[in-house]
C-alpha cells in the first residue's frame, strides 16, 4: 500500500502587510515542482470519493495522475470534459467543502489540495495557448440570459455539442458575478476574460447591455428563431436588515460596493473616475464570502479600521475558512454573538455610528441547520463608524416575474425548475442563484451543465 504523506505542499502568497496596499491576486498558485509533489500524495482510490464531491464531476484521480506524469495537456484535456472554467473554479470553488471534504487522504492530514492542482493545470494551459476542440456544427441556436457561471457553463457545453450560442448580458462588462462581485486580489479579471475569449474561439457570440424582461421578453428570443432559453440571471437583489437609520448615507449594499469596486473600477482612483466613498472607521454585516470581499476590499482602500460584525461564533460562518484566514490576517477585526439594531446619522444624515446588541446561541436551529442567535438584554452597545456595508445575502430581481407570462416562480421570487433544469415554459430552462438562491460557483455551473444536456434532448426530441 501506498504510504500517505499527511502534508499537503503549501501555497506561496502574498504576505499580508503588502497585499493590503494593492488589488493584486494573493495567492501565487504551485510551480510544476509544487503541483507534481502534491499530485504524487494522491492515493488513486478506486471508489473516488472526491467525485462524487464535485458539483460537474470532474475525473479528478485521472487528472492528478496525468500531472505526476508531467502531461499536463491531458490532464486539463480531462478537467475540460466537464468543466469549462478550471481557471475560475481552480480559485473560487469551495473544495474544502466539496471534492476535497470527501478526500480519503483527508481523514488522516490535508486533503489532497485538489483546487490548487486544477488552478495550476487551467494556468498553464492558458500560458501555452488555449487549446480549441473541433466542433461540427449544428442550425438550432440557444439563447442564455446572464453571462455568470450558470450562463458560461451552460454555453460553454452547448457549443461544444455543435449549438450557436448567444449570451445576453445586462450589463456592458461579461462575467455576472465573476467580474462585479468577486474582488481582485480573489479572480483577477484578466482570468474572468481568458475564460470568456474560450467560449469566443468556440463560436459563443455575446451582446451585451440587453436587459431581458426589457430590452427584450423571453418571447422575444423565441420569435428571433431561438430553439431553447436557458436563464441564467443570479440573484443580485440586496437583502437589508430593515432597522433605523439604514437609509443614511454612507451604508451601502455589498452588491452596490463591490459592483462600483471591481465593475466600474472605483479602487484605480487615479484612472477612474467612479465615485465611492471610503470613510476612516468602517464595518461590514455578515459572515459569508461576500462579507470577506466587503471587508477584504476595504481594508485595501485605507479606513484607520475594519470591523466584522456576526451575530454568531466563528464555527457558525459560512465563509470560506481560507478568506476567514486571510481576513483576519489582514487587520479585519471580528466582532462575534454582535448584530447591529440601529444605524446612527449626525445632523446631516450622515452615518456616525451603529448600535449593536450582543447575542447567544439557541438550542434550536434555522432552515440552514445553524443554531438561532437570540438577543442578550442590556448588552447594547454603540461602536463609532461612518461606512457600513450590508453583506446578508441576496434574492431574486423581480424583473422576469413581471414580465413573463406562464414562468412559474417560487414565493421567494425564484424560478421553479425540475431535476433536469426545465421550467413550466415549453423549450425554456433555468439555473444559479436564480433557482437556487446565493449559492456556489461551481453549484451554478453545475446546474449550467445539467441544463445544457436537458436542452440538447429537448431540441433533438421537440419534448418539454
Known amino acids: 500500500m501506498k504510504e500517505i504523506v499527511k502534508t499537503a505542499v503549501p501555497m506561496r502568497e502574498q504576505p499580508a502587510g503588502e497585499r493590503i496596499k494593492n488589488f493584486d491576486e494573493v495567492p501565487f498558485g ?13 492515493l488513486q482510490c478506486k471508489n473516488r470519493p472526491c467525485v462524487s464531491g464535485c458539483p460537474v464531476a470532474i475525473r479528478i484521480p ?21 468543466d469549462s472554467l478550471p481557471c475560475i473554479t481552480g480559485r473560487v470553488c469551495p473544495q474544502e ?15 489532497i489540495m485538489i483546487g490548487r492542482l486544477e488552478r495550476f493545470v487551467a494556468d498553464w494551459e492558458l500560458k501555452k495557448g488555449l487549446k480549441i476542440p473541433e466542433i461540427k456544427k449544428r442550425n438550432e441556436k440557444v439563447a442564455i440570459v446572464g453571462s455568470g457561471p450558470a450562463g458560461l457553463a451552460c454555453a460553454g457545453e452547448l457549443a461544444i455539442k455543435g449549438f450557436g450560442v448567444t449570451v445576453f448580458e445586462a450589463f456592458h462588462e461579461l462575467g455576472g458575478v ?35 424582461g426589457r430590452t427584450l421578453t423571453i418571447n422575444d428570443l423565441f420569435e428571433l428563431g431561438y430553439s431553447a432559453i436557458f436563464i441564467g440571471v443570479g440573484a443580485g437583489l ?38 465611492v466613498y471610503i470613510g476612516k472607521r468602517a464595518c461590514v454585516v455578515g459572515g459569508g464570502n461576500v462579507a470577506m470581499d466587503a471587508a477584504r476590499t476595504l481594508i485595501r482602500l485605507g479606513p484607520e479600521k475594519v470591523y466584522l460584525i456576526y451575530r454568531r461564533t466563528i464555527e457558525e460562518m459560512p465563509a470560506r475558512k481560507e478568506e476567514i484566514h486571510h481576513a483576519l ?12 439594531v440601529r444605524f446612527i446619522g449626525d445632523e446631516n444624515g450622515h452615518l456616525k455610528a451603529v448600535e449593536c446588541v450582543k447575542m447567544k446561541l439557541s438550542s434550536e436551529t434555522d432552515e440552514s441547520g445553524r443554531k438561532k442567535t437570540l438577543p442578550i438584554p442590556g448588552s447594547e452597545f454603540t461602536l463609532e463608524v461612518d461606512e457600513a456595508i450590508i453583506a446578508i445575502g441576496t434574492k431574486a430581481n423581480p424583473l422576469l416575474q413581471i414580465t413573463t407570462q406562464g414562468l412559474k416562480f417560487k414565493p421567494n421570487g425564484q ?11 415549453k423549450g ?37
Open 97 to 111: 467543502e466539496q471534492c476535497q471534504a470527501k478526500c480519503v487522504v483527508g481523514k488522516v492530514g490535508d486533503p
Open 329 to 340: 490576517e489582514e487587520g479585519i477585526e471580528f466582532l462575534y454573538l454582535t448584530n447591529p
Open 30 to 42: 504551485y510551480n510544476e515542482e509544487e503541483a507534481i509533489k502534491e499530485a504524487s500524495r494522491c
Open 428 to 464: 425554456v430552462f433555468a439555473g444559479g442563484d436564480i433557482v437556487n438562491g446565493s449559492a456556489t460557483v461551481v453549484t451554478a455551473m453545475g446546474d449550467g451543465r445539467r441544463a445544457a444536456m436537458a436542452i440538447e434532448e429537448y431540441i433533438n426530441t421537440k419534448k418539454p
Open 238 to 275: 440586496p437583502r437589508f436588515m430593515n432597522i433605523p437609520g439604514e437609509n443614511l448615507i454612507g451604508i451601502y449594499s455589498a452588491n452596490e460596493f463591490l459592483t462600483r469596486i471591481n465593475l466600474l473600477k472605483a479602487y484605480k482612483f487615479g484612472e477612474y473616475d467612479t465615485p
Open 178 to 212: 465573476l467580474t462585479y462581485g468577486i474582488p481582485e486580489f480573489r479572480l483577477p479579471k484578466e482570468i474572468v476574460k481568458a475564460e470568456i475569449e474560450r467560449l469566443k474561439m468556440m463560436g459563443v457570440e455575446f451582446k451585451t447591455d440587453v436587459l431581458i
Open 62 to 82: 485521472d487528472f492528478i495522475k496525468k500531472i505526476t506524469e508531467r502531461d499536463f495537456q491531458k490532464a486539463i484535456d480531462i478537467i475540460h470534459e466537464t
Open 415 to 425: 424560478i421553479e425548475v425540475d431535476e433536469y433544469c426545465r421550467t413550466s415554459l
